[in-house]
């Protein structure tokens, strides 16, 4: 399987972007989906993660209120809403997948076996 991570960009803090991440493959709803980040210096970090059928959604504490995860299980895509954005929030973003999680591995990064390319978030003062 694929991933291509997407919409990535400049923006000023309080400002919004929408990630996406398309993964190729027609199981797409058997994966397990999740985005990372990794800012300059710091280690990767969890963001969000969602089940195989969308209905539940995880989120990191720094995130949550602020970062809207979904999957559209007919275009084998997902997304990363992020709304009210913060300086510290800039990172590459990672998404990633995997089929065998447990809901008590989602938000490790080294229980996914496929990974994106990263897009660049950065958000200005």
């Known amino acids: 399987v694929q991933l291509q991570a997407s919409g990535g960009g400049l923006v000023q803090a309080g400002g919004s972007l929408r990630l996406s991440c398309a993964v190729s493959?027609?199981?797409?709803?058997?994966?397990?989906l999740g985005w990372f980040r990794q800012a300059p210096g710091k280690e990767r970090e969890f963001v969000a993660a969602i089940n195989r059928s969308g209905g539940n959604t995880y989120y990191a504490d720094s995130v949550k209120g602020r970062f809207t995860m979904s999957r559209d299980n007919a275009k084998n895509t997902a997304y990363l809403q992020m709304s009210n954005l913060k300086p510290e929030d800039t990172a590459v973003y990672y998404c990633?997948?995997?089929?065998?999680?447990?809901?008590?591995?989602?938000?490790?990064?080294?229980?996914?076996?496929?990974w994106g390319q990263g897009t660049l978030v950065t958000v200005s003062q």
């Open positions: 990633a997948a995997d089929r065998s999680l447990i809901l008590s591995e989602f938000r490790t990064g080294h229980s996914y076996d496929h």
């Open positions: 493959g027609r199981t797409f709803s058997s994966y397990v």
